[in-house]
């Protein structure tokens, strides 16, 4: 363990030397713009952020500098061009609101280069700068500050405080009341522009705390985007598989916030019930992602296309149930736009044939396999192993050979005649090995899922509270969705209960209210059952 600990630190510390010396040659090619329009060059590569108003800050960013930081905040591009978590921001776009707690990887803001405009353009440009410092209503001072660093392929961007009913509403809970500051204070000095951040609600930390891209994951990520950009064997769909802790969900987020840099919209469908990007915990979903995510799931709740409540976080006492959802869920897929799929972190035991299982019903184009170098949690999932090796409900080839000598095979929901015999599945296999520190490490995870999933169920109730900025109002002083109890039926879904029982059980607990949709209604209805 403490060798692994010790390869993935030197991995890591790598990684952060080669971002350094990137940064410091685009800091002396910015340095060296300042000589050539005529101006004093800074003197050092510190980070430029001044006071624009209450509440706000003005920050001024290289050629790829970049700003790693902790806290909540909302993010405006005046000048140029910034990435964050992918996500490309421009001076055209809306304010961003942005989420970096300390339970997650730190985001890192990063200045996108720019060519360097003909000479005759500069006047324009730098009064297209302070045209927009002013319309933003950025004091004087501060913008004569931000000007006098000013380069043409420089970014500037407003940061304000943000305050919204979700995080009111989390941060009310004692244990969540320093969500957003970092759980370890760093050892450097405090310069006047950590305080201007920090009266923003941001505070800056060392930039190995961000996320690292390994190499493998950039190559997939460059694969990714042209498959779904150009669409010429048909619109890709996206699996993403692997152990626990091995950066499922950053790496989800980061594809879509790519995608999005492209295309209007991205399908997401959510298989992980224990952690769930979109809804509550337990559900099996659907979601259409219009907007970036730049924040952990707490922060973007939202109502999904088409959503099951399985109940549980965990479906290793039903598996047969948890298919049949994600068979359903699946069908409302139209193939119009790139689909991104999460699946669960059980890749063990039955755990493997269950995810073997759901590759074959839902036949990707596309899977992405997370593990780390030096601990192969899983085989590779190539399309041969997978069109050998039998699931927990589907059949391999070699067995479905064994049927025909007569071996007992009961039907299943999803085999049938021939299958066994069918070609291999096609699709791309990429291998992904993350480099963030404690990767593919079993209990060492940043937080425990099960506060996690708390963070996520707060997050939903969070947006019942008003949207003005005032008192957190308890959950009992919230008026309750009402429906006649004549009008319901109550079930508990993963054990029997009796009747007699049924309001011990429903008592002081988690209900989902669920609606059958129509179409079983009438298939119902046709077969004489009762609902």
């Not at 204070?185 to 690292?212: H, M, N, W, Y």
């Amino acid at each position: 363990m403490s060798a692994r600990r010790s390869t993935q630190a030197r991995r890591a510390r790598r990684a952060a030397t080669r971002g350094r010396s990137r940064v410091e040659a685009a800091w002396r090619e910015f340095a060296a713009s300042f000589a050539r329009a005529g101006m004093v060059p800074p003197v050092e590569p510190g980070l430029a952020a001044v006071e624009a108003a209450e509440g706000s800050a003005v920050v001024l960013l290289a050629p790829r500098q970049a700003l790693t930081f902790t806290g909540k905040c909302r993010l405006r591009c005046l000048y140029g061009a910034v990435r964050l978590l992918g996500f490309a921001v421009g001076s055209h776009q809306p304010a961003l609101p942005v989420f970096s707690p300390a339970t997650h990887c730190s985001l890192t803001l990063e200045a996108l280069p720019a060519e360097r405009p003909p000479a005759a353009d500069l006047r324009q440009l730098r009064a297209a700068a302070r045209a927009a410092l002013r319309a933003h209503r950025v004091r004087r001072q501060a913008r004569v500050k931000v000007m006098a660093r000013f380069s043409p392929e420089c970014a500037v961007v407003l940061l304000e405080h943000l305050d919204t009913p979700v995080t009111r509403f989390l941060l009310s809970h004692p244990p969540l009341s320093r969500l957003f500051e970092p759980q370890k204070k760093e050892e450097s000095s405090f310069t006047s522009e950590d305080a201007v951040l920090a009266s923003v609600g941001i505070v800056k930390c060392s930039p190995e705390r961000g996320l690292l891209v390994s190499e493998s994951m950039g190559l997939a990520l460059e694969e990714l985007i042209q498959a779904c950009c150009e669409e010429d064997e048909g619109v890709p769909v996206v699996l993403v598989c692997g152990p626990k802790n091995t950066g499922k969900s950053t790496f989800n987020r980061y594809l879509i916030n790519l995608l999005l840099n492209r295309l209007p919209s991205v399908e997401y469908m959510e298989c992980d019930i224990g952690q769930t990007e979109f809804t509550p915990p337990g559900c099996v979903s659907l979601s259409s992602v219009t907007e970036p995510v730049l924040g952990p799931p707490f922060t973007h709740q939202q109502t999904p296309r088409k959503m099951v409540y399985y109940g549980q976080t965990s479906c290793e006492q039903d598996t047969e149930r948890y298919l049949d959802v994600v068979k359903y869920v699946f069908s409302s897929y139209k193939k119009e736009v790139p689909l991104v799929i999460n699946t669960m972190g059980w890749v063990k035991g039955e755990g493997l044939l269950l995810l073997i299982d759901t590759i074959r019903l839902l036949s990707p184009t596309h899977i992405v396999q997370m593990d780390v170098y030096d601990w192969k949690a899983m085989a590779p999932l190539t399309p041969e192993y997978v069109h050998l090796t039998p699931g927990l409900y589907t059949k391999g080839k070699q067995q479905a050979k064994c049927k025909q000598l007569g071996a007992d095979g009961g039907e299943s929901w999803k085999a049938s005649e021939g299958e066994g015999g069918a070609s291999a599945p096609e699709y791309k296999l990429l291998y992904v090995h993350p480099e963030f520190p404690r990767a593919g490490v079993a209990g060492e995870a940043r937080v425990h899922s099960g506060i996690l999933r708390d963070m996520s169920m707060l997050g939903y109730l969070g947006q019942l509270q008003a949207p003005d900025i005032g008192a957190v109002l308890p959950l009992h002083c919230l008026a309750p969705y009402q429906v006649p109890f004549s009008a319901v039926a109550l079930r508990v879904i993963h054990t029997d209960v009796a009747p007699t029982n049924i309001m011990y059980a429903v008592n002081a607990s988690w209900v989902g209210l669920c609606r059958i949709p129509d179409e079983i209604r009438q298939l119902n209805k046709r077969d004489g059952i009762r609902e």
